[in-house]
Every structure is written in C-alpha cells, then in structure tokens.
C-alpha cells in the first residue's frame, strides 16, 4: 500500500508565501514523476507543476514565476514553493506520484489534498 500525505496548508495573506510538502510511505520500487494540482471551487483540478524522478520540471504559465517545484529522493517528498500568493491561487491542493511496484505496472497514487486559502 503506498500513501501520499502533504501538509503545509493553510490561510495566508495575498503577496505571501506557502511551502507544501508531500511524503511518500510503503512498499514500492521506485517513484518516477511526481506533481502538484489543485481544485478550486467550481472548477476542474489543473496540473500545476511536475517533477521528473532526475529533476527535469514543467509549470503551468500562470505558475511558473511565482512557484517552484522540487524533491528529495531519499525522503521521497515533493515540495512546492508557492510565492506572491494571490487570491486566485485559493483551492486544495494535491500531490500525485507514479509509483512503480515490485510486479506491477506503475499506478497513480494521490494525496488527500490540503487547503490553500489566500485572504486579499
């Protein structure tokens, strides 16, 4: 069983910063990429940010000035930099990692999401 669980949510001013962190647990070979999406209220979930398991990454053109994506292979945890939050950057956020098993085709696993509120 594989688990994703971030944290680093919560309310912050417009203009401020947040650093979200997802950590990867259980049984697996290895993670290959590993990305950020997020959902506001109404809309669709949109992809982020991506990183490659050699850390290769891509961001969304709204976010790419603004947010870094990075990871820690030996902790399997991804990390995103959020800075010069706006309020439109209000939504939950998810973690999502291909996750190669012992046997078996890669799988997607997902987070349960944190809350990312920006106040203006």
């Known amino acids: 069983q594989v ?14 910063s947040l650093r979200l962190s997802c950590a990867a647990s259980g049984s ?9 999406y997020r959902q506001a209220p109404g809309k ?13 990454t891509n961001y969304a053109d709204s976010m790419k000035d ?3 994506i990075s ?3 030996a902790k399997n945890t991804v990390f995103l930099q959020m800075n010069s939050l706006k ?9 999502n ?3 190669q098993l012992r046997r078996l085709p890669a799988s997607d696993y997902w987070g349960q999401g944190t809350q990312v509120t920006v106040s203006s």
């Not at 688990?3 to 401020?16: C, D, P, R, T, Y």
């Not at 070979?29 to 590993?34: A, G, K, L, Y």
């Not at 949109?46 to 290769?56: H, M, P």
Request: net charge negative; glycine share 12%.
């Open 97 to 99: 990692a291909e996750v």
């Open 3 to 16: 688990q994703l669980v971030e944290s680093g949510g919560g309310l912050v001013q417009a203009g401020g």
């Open 28 to 36: 697996f070979v290895s993670i290959n990429p590993m990305r950020w």
């Open 44 to 56: 669709q979930r949109e992809l982020v940010a991506t990183i490659s398991s050699g850390g290769r």
């Open 71 to 73: 990871r820690d292979n």
């Open 87 to 95: 309020p439109e950057d209000t939504a939950v956020y998810y973690c």
């Open 66 to 68: 603004r947010f870094t």
